[in-house]
């Protein structure tokens, strides 16, 4: 976890200030990416993994192997992203998507298993709990959305007509809360 942490300080050291100005550049989205999922989701599974025995009480089924080779899996899926990003290739990106997707399915199966042995479900469980059941369905919500989305956007935006709604409804909004609607 460390390592992409150090990767996103280099990489905002030699990044053009430029191109860090804009959210939507590129050298932001890899740093961003590689803060969140490189160096975070690194940090909260391991956490999870250490917590979860001490918390709950619940050993995780052949923790030894689920760590090794979730690691692995997002590891290679969280370069493989990086370059995805940087170079634009569709291979990377196809590589990111199966070891990231891999690596978070198995821990969060074996957290899941882990949990269903539990017999007193504390606040902090049920917060587990939950967050897992969220990272089960964000992904599928997140697929649905993006697929569906801009085709919305777009559509709306290139009709005229439509576009004028938001504006004549903050009109509206102003001289209601003015007072000069009343008169």
Do not use: C, W
């Amino acid at each position: 976890a460390p390592l992409f942490g150090i990767l996103a300080g280099f990489l905002i050291f030699f990044s053009d200030s430029a191109s860090l100005m804009n959210r939507f550049s590129i050298d932001s989205i890899i740093i961003t990416h590689a803060m969140t999922i490189g160096f975070l989701a690194f940090v909260m599974l391991g956490a999870m993994t250490q917590m979860l025995p001490v918390l709950a009480g619940a050993k995780m089924p052949k923790v030894m192997f689920v760590t090794k080779y979730s690691y692995i899996l997002l590891l290679i899926g969280t370069l493989s992203m990086l370059l995805g990003l940087s170079l634009g290739d569709k291979l990377f990106s196809i590589v990111a998507f199966v070891g990231l997707g891999s690596g978070f399915l198995m821990i969060l199966v074996a957290t899941a298993l882990s949990l269903k042995t539990v017999s007193n479900f504390n606040a902090t469980l049920k917060a587990i709990s939950t967050s897992m059941i969220f990272a089960f369905l964000i992904p599928h919500l997140g697929f649905e959305v993006f697929n569906i989305l801009p085709f919305r956007i777009f559509g709306i935006m290139s009709n005229s007509k439509l576009m004028a709604v938001p504006l004549f409804i903050a009109m509206g909004l102003i001289l209601e809360k003015s007072g000069m609607a009343e008169n």
